[in-house]
């Protein structure tokens, strides 16, 4: 079953999605085309990437899916590929020395260093969000 209904949509288009099961941790990254995602987990960075092409590129909902187990105080980014179109190899460290912060300051962290770094003259969106994991009330 397609995660998304395909009818009303453009042919093609990239695709970047993350669930969570809030009561077991078992979360799900779903990408069509879309930039690497970055999770901090016990605080050691890791990027998830999924090699796939956008959505519609080969007729039909295809689609990547990955898997991983998030605790309290993890934290998962995804963002557009205007954040990193130069590279994104500093997200590593840009992650970790905002992870104590809000997920509303480490996005916008994130944003002004990736706009700051943009040296190919191109405007693209630069679009961050950012899901940390804390304990219920």
Known sequence: CPIWPLWNLPKMFSFDAFSI???TGCS???KAGAEASFVMKNGKVSKVENISLPAGI???PEYEQSSIHL????IVVLL???ATASGSDWIFSELRSLSEKSPEKI???IAETAF???IDGHS????VAVMKLVSGY
């Open 124 to 127: 693209d969106d630069i679009t």
């Open 21 to 23: 099961n809030l009561y």
């Open 80 to 82: 557009t590929d205007g």
């Open 71 to 74: 605790g309290e105080g993890d």
């Open 58 to 60: 080969l007729g039909g």
């Open 107 to 109: 996005a916008e962290g």
């Open 28 to 30: 799900n990254f779903y």
């Open 116 to 118: 700051r770094r943009r």
